[in-house]
């Protein structure tokens, strides 16, 4: 299985789950959500993919996410307008990510992640 896993390396839930990763013996394909920021053709493929709400792509803690205030303006842009706006800045874009043929998963939830097992 081919597996795709998107972090920003100083982020302690990221770390957590690399080493879940590695200690699960699961082969990745790594990559740094901000200096590689995934496309907005991605972004929409792991959205259709994942089955989740496009909200769940959102790092909605982190600094970017409040100073542009998108909890209020999210709801009144288009699916596209946001996937853009994703596209723009790995810091929107909630980590990590894993992307393999059929599982797309964001944030680390040990219990998810056990699918990949």
């Known amino acids: 299985m081919?597996?795709?896993y998107l972090e920003y390396p100083k982020c302690s839930t990221c770390q957590k789950a690399k080493k879940w990763l590695e200690t699960n013996n699961i082969t990745f394909e790594q990559r740094d959500i901000v200096k590689q920021n995934p496309t907005k053709e991605e972004l929409k493929l792991w959205h259709?993919?994942?089955s989740m709400p496009?909200?769940?792509?959102?790092?909605t803690s982190g600094l970017v996410y409040k100073?542009?205030?998108l909890k209020d303006k999210l709801k009144d842009m288009t699916e596209?307008?946001?996937?853009a706006l994703l596209a723009t800045n790995g810091m929107l874009?909630?980590?990590p990510i894993i992307v393999t043929e059929n599982i797309v998963l964001t944030g680390f939830k040990e219990t998810e992640w056990e699918k990949l097992k």
């Open 2 to 4: 081919s597996v795709l």
């Open 48 to 50: 259709e993919k994942s």
């Open 54 to 59: 496009l909200k769940k792509f959102f790092n």
């Open 67 to 69: 100073e542009l205030h």
């Open 80 to 83: 596209e307008e946001q996937y």
């Open 93 to 95: 874009v909630k980590r």
